[in-house]
């Protein structure tokens, strides 16, 4: 039977979340750290690489990167678990550094997508 949308809490990992944050407040700080942090990153990648690398091939260009970015986090994450092994898969890279780069892609990918109105 399919779970519906109120049993959210059930889903791995999702309590140990939940009860870590149970306070709005920190929540919303956390959002607030993380969303810095990305904004720090992607203003310093455009720093170090311009503009070009991402307006040369826009939208599809950011959408193939980002599929880059899962695959990898599918070698980080979920093979270690299927694998039973634990740990990453790939040696020096950490999984917060691929999961802001999938965030920093979302922000790019936007951007590209609403110049194209």
Do not use: C
């Not at 920190?26 to 993380?34: I, L, M, R």
């Not at 040696?91 to 965030?103: H, Q, S």
Request: charged share 35%; net charge neutral.
């Amino acid at each position: 039977m399919a779970k519906s949308r109120g049993e959210v809490g059930e889903v791995a990992g999702f309590e140990k979340l939940k009860s870590k944050k149970d306070d709005n407040a920190g929540f919303e700080q956390d959002v607030d750290d993380v969303v810095k942090e990305v904004k720090e990153l992607l203003l310093r990648k455009r720093n170090d690489y311009g503009t070009e690398n991402i307006s040369r091939f826009g939208e599809l260009g950011v959408v193939i990167r980002l599929s880059d970015k899962l695959d990898r986090l599918v070698n980080l994450v979920v093979k270690p678990k299927l694998s039973g092994k634990g740990g990453n898969a790939v040696n020096n890279e950490p999984v917060d550094d691929t999961w802001l780069d999938i965030i920093g892609y979302g922000i790019l990918g936007l951007l590209q997508h609403r110049q194209l109105r």
